[in-house]
């Protein structure tokens, strides 16, 4: 039979037991945000959107192009709504060319836009970005 253990070692591998679950929960998304990820060099893409998550942490449009779907990470919704950018532009059916990132891995189709061109009207994401 095991000992049981005392209030004493108990209360001092909570806080580690804790610090080790915020590490665990953060990790993923430190790996997922970013531009880490990303090619350094600049793409378009263009095509029509067929679905549509906007929100935070980012918004992300599914986009048909180039014969496949792709997620384009668009901004946190601060970031849309100063570069101009409404909901409502971001539906379904919505013909548009992002400027920005691919994923480094060609495998993915994952994409981070730095600017949206929708109806010849430029959304610039990250002006701090070339």
């Known amino acids: 039979m095991s000992p049981t253990p005392t209030p004493f070692v108990l209360s001092a591998l909570r806080p580690l037991a804790v610090a080790a679950l915020a590490i665990a929960v953060a990790l993923p998304a430190a790996a ?31 986009l048909a192009a180039d014969g496949a779907n792709w997620i384009v990470e668009v901004g946190q919704p601060w970031r849309n709504e100063q570069a101009g950018l409404k909901d409502a532009m971001l539906v379904k059916g919505v013909k548009l060319t992002v400027s920005g990132h691919r994923h480094s891995d060609p495998r993915k189709k994952v994409f981070k836009a730095e600017r949206l061109l ?13």
Not at 118 to 124: L, M, R, V
């Open 32 to 62: 997922h945000h970013g531009w880490t990820w990303a090619e350094d060099v600049n793409a378009e893409l263009t095509g029509t959107i067929v679905a549509a998550k906007l929100g935070n942490p980012h918004g992300e449009l599914t």
């Open 118 to 130: 929708i109806d010849g009207k430029t959304f610039n994401l990250y002006p701090d970005r070339n």
